[in-house]
Every structure is written in structure tokens, then in C-alpha cells.
T-cell receptor, first 113, second 113 residues
Framework: GESVGLHLPTLSVQEGDNSIINCAYSNSASDYFIWYKQESGKGPQFIIDIRSNMDKRQGQRVTVLLNKTVKHLSLQIAATQPGDSAVYFCAENSGGSNYKLTFGKGTLLTVNP | KAGVTQTPRYLIKTRGQQVTLSCSPISGHRSVSWYQQTPGQGLQFLFEYFSETQRNKGNFPGRFSGRQFSNSRSEMNVSTLELGDSALYLC????????????FGSGTRLTVV
């Protein structure tokens, strides 16, 4: 069935380093992708999104890259800070009559001071 | 601008009981979705409502139901609770639906004993 999966369940980085979180998806009809950040005890928080007509989109300290050929999505966080420690989820939607987001399992990012 | 509000934040119920969770979306948002989050299964889609109509339903038993009111507020109900229903239940709202991203609430932590 459809799935959105993450390659790495955990990622540990040093403060100030750049982080890269990866995500693979299987639905070739997916055309909208979102990255969420979830801190302990809170709901997922929107970070950045990208539509399939783009390969790259940048936000504040974050960049999302989309490779439709290999169905791969990545989130890059520049100059990672301790406040970036959280679980990161990718999610996808294929539009049309699909009214749900399909989420990956999540990656735990730990930033060491 | 107020975010998505879920009540209650925490709930403890006994097996066999039923429970109702409430969600107030962001003002102006007409789409409301519900997700169940567990450590083992991650974020699983329950259902989505738009202008009081259920447009999508996930693969959950009929014990899980929901509704949306004319003011876009939504409730979900779980009847005949089982231990496996213990989870974080997340509500999310959007202007039009998943293809425009969702803003999540902080969730209701349900514990079934």
C-alpha cells in the first residue's frame, strides 16, 4: 500500500552542524509534501512544505529538497541548535479526492551542545 | 490568532467505556482531520470533515466516529474502549484540506486502563 518512510530513525548532531533528515515515499501520485517537527508533549508543528512542481524550497535555516525521480524528500537544517531537538515527520498528499496526509514514522533529532 | 484547541488534554478511562474528544479549529478553517498517534504505529489517519461532511475515513473500526458542527468545531467518539486505544489523539485544521497543509493541536492523551 501507500507509505511514506524514513531511512534513519535517530540522528545525533553537534550544535552548529548542519542536519539532513531523509524520507522516501512510494506513491508516485503524491504532489504535496510537508515536514513537521514534534516536540515532547506537543502536536506536530509545520516547518516547510513543497509541491511537486518544485525541486527545492528554502525557509529560515531550513531547506527541503524533492527528487521525484527516486521518490525522495530531505530536510536540511542549517546551524542546528539545541532547540531543534525533536522528532521530524515527513507527510504527503496526492490531492484530488485524497483528503488525508500520510506520515512517515519519524526521525528523532538530538542536538548535542 | 488562536490555534487549534483540543479538550481535554488528558483523559483516563476504563475498558468498555466510551469517550468524546473535542476540537476547535482555527477560525475560518473548514477542514478538520483527526489522527491517532502511538509509538508503534506512528500517526494514523482517522477521518476528515469539511463543512459537516465526512470526506475521508481511515482504517479504524466502527467504534471510532466523528462529526463536525456548522461552526467547524469537531468531536470524535470512541465507544467500547480497549486497552489498545490508548494513544495521543490529534486534531488538525486547514482552510480547504490536506493539500494545503494542516495545523495541529496539542492533542488529547487518552489512557485506557
Amino acid at each position: 500500500g501507500e507509505s511514506v518512510g524514513l531511512h534513519l530513525p535517530t540522528l545525533s548532531v553537534q550544535e552548529g552542524d548542519n542536519s539532513i533528515i531523509n524520507c522516501a515515499y512510494s506513491n508516485s501520485a503524491s504532489d504535496y509534501f510537508i515536514w513537521y517537527k514534534q516536540e515532547s508533549g506537543k502536536g506536530p508543528q509545520f516547518i516547510i512544505d513543497i509541491r511537486s512542481n518544485m525541486d527545492k524550497r528554502q525557509g529560515q535555516r531550513v531547506t527541503v529538497l524533492l527528487n521525484k525521480t527516486v521518490k525522495h524528500l530531505s530536510l536540511q537544517i542549517a546551524a542546528t541548535q539545541p532547540g531543534d531537538s525533536a522528532v521530524y515527520f515527513c507527510a504527503e498528499n496526492s490531492g484530488g479526492s485524497n483528503y488525508k496526509l500520510t506520515f512517515g514514522k519519524g526521525t528523532l533529532l538530538t542536538v548535542n551542545p | 490568532k488562536a490555534g487549534v484547541t483540543q479538550t481535554p488534554r488528558y483523559l483516563i478511562k476504563t475498558r468498555g467505556q466510551q469517550v468524546t474528544l473535542s476540537c476547535s479549529p482555527i477560525s475560518g478553517h473548514r477542514s478538520v482531520s483527526w489522527y491517532q498517534q502511538t509509538p508503534g504505529q506512528g500517526l494514523q489517519f482517522l477521518f476528515e470533515y469539511f463543512s459537516e461532511t465526512q470526506r475521508n475515513k481511515g482504517n479504524f473500526p466502527g467504534r471510532f466516529s466523528g462529526r463536525q458542527f456548522s461552526n467547524s468545531r469537531s468531536e470524535m467518539n470512541v465507544s467500547t474502549l480497549e486497552l489498545g486505544d490508548s494513544a495521543l489523539y490529534l486534531c488538525a485544521s486547514s482552510l480547504e484540506g490536506a493539500h494545503y497543509g494542516y495545523t495541529f493541536g496539542s492533542g488529547t492523551r487518552l489512557t485506557v486502563v
